[in-house]
Nanobody
Framework: VQLQASGGGLVQAGGSLRLSCATSGLFFSSHVMGWFRQAPGKEREFVAAITRSGGNTNFADSVKGRFTISRDDAKNTVYLQMNSLKPEDTAVYYC?????????????????WGQGTQVTVSS
């Protein structure tokens, strides 16, 4: 199983970025997909997740109303659209494959992880 995250970069506060996570080696449409992030000196935290059908999503309170998550099962890819970015959104963002059929915010609910993509938001 491979997950390749991309789309990170340097952006000014208030700007937008779209992260992508392309997967291979798994039956993508059968998995919940999630995004986590880890800032320097901090623990990895949940950001967003989407159900297998794409009908339900869950977001951390800190990103609600600013981030959206979506998936394209035909492309085996999950996306994270990030708008109105803030300096506190600066982190390495990781995508992950869910192990349960329901959305969870817990690390233990995810198995395979991507390599991460750096997002830096300047003030």
């Amino acid at each position: 199983v491979q997950l390749q995250a991309s789309g990170g970069g340097l952006v000014q506060a208030g700007g937008s970025l779209r992260l992508s996570c392309a997967t291979s080696g798994l039956f993508f449409s059968s998995h919940v997909m999630g995004w986590f992030r880890q800032a320097p000196g901090k623990e990895r935290e949940f950001v967003a997740a989407i159900t297998r059908s794409g009908g339900n999503t869950n977001f951390a309170d800190s990103v609600k109303g600013r981030f959206t998550i979506s998936r394209d099962d035909a492309k085996n890819t999950v996306y994270l659209q990030m708008n109105s970015l803030k300096p506190e959104d600066t982190a390495v963002y990781y995508c992950a494959v869910g192990t349960t059929p329901i959305v969870t915010t817990l690390h233990s609910g995810y198995t395979y992880w991507g390599q991460g993509t750096q997002v830096t938001v300047s003030s």
